[in-house]
């Protein structure tokens, strides 16, 4: 009951910041910094949570199925907003719709050939892959396009190696323990879903934060030159 209350609150949480990364995309015009892309991570991330708190227990159905799409989905996406954040073009639909169609697709082989046991390990595994490519990333950031923000990038590599760990964890328990171990009720499940809220609540202030920071830096900057030379 704890973890319905956390998750669901945790859906709320991501989905308001969805709305709010998409407006403040909106003020920001030509240069989005990322924003746009933070905020569809969010909206996908906050709907598959809802699907899983309406799919009920752990098991073959459509809601799992989307559930599960959207969530590999997720990192794909905010990788993205971090590349669009540091000025380097990245594309988003059409790769995020090939990866839909593409693991939708893996999901019915795995079902079919393995079970259900394995597609949810398959989700875990993969997950955690994922964020641990973000967190090589940041760290590879930290001494190169992204040293001005070295703080910030050494905080994004531990929150990220966190969550990487514990879908790792998670694969593990699923594999040793079957769908059993993904009860709500269960311990780990406990923790995985405070540290998930934990981190939402970090990461989207922060998110807010380096885009202000990015929007003072460009006014210094202008500031300092002259507006028809553009010279100092």
Request: net charge positive.
């Amino acid at each position: 009951m704890v973890a319905t209350v956390i998750v669901g609150m945790l859906c709320v949480h991501l989905l308001c910041f969805g709305g709010m990364f998409l407006l403040i995309g909106a003020r920001l015009h030509g240069k989005k910094m990322g924003m746009d892309a933070f905020a569809v991570g969010n909206l996908l991330l906050g709907s598959a949570y809802v699907l899983q708190l309406l799919g009920g227990p752990p098991g073959w159905n459509l809601m799992s199925v989307l559930n599960h799409t959207l969530t590999l989905c997720v990192p794909a996406v905010f990788w993205v907003g971090a590349m669009r954040f540091f000025d380097r073009p990245a594309p988003l639909w059409r790769p995020l719709v090939t990866l839909a169609l593409a693991y939708t697709a893996l999901q019915l082989l795995v079902q079919w050939t393995l079970g259900s046991v394995a597609r949810y390990a398959m989700l875990s595994g993969l997950s955690a892959l994922a964020f641990l490519a973000m967190m090589v990333t940041v760290i590879h950031g930290v001494r190169t396009f992204a040293r001005q923000l070295h703080i910030e990038m050494v905080l994004f590599a531990v929150l990220i190696g966190g969550i990487c760990a514990l879908n790792a964890a998670k694969f593990v328990n699923i594999l040793t323990g079957g769908l059993q171990t993904l009860d709500m009720g269960s311990r780990f499940q406990m923790v995985f879903y405070i540290y998930m809220s934990f981190l939402a609540t970090v990461l989207a202030p922060s998110m807010i934060w380096l885009v202000l920071r990015r929007l003072t830096d460009d006014l210094r900057a202008m500031a300092a030159r002259d507006p028809l030379t553009q010279l100092l």
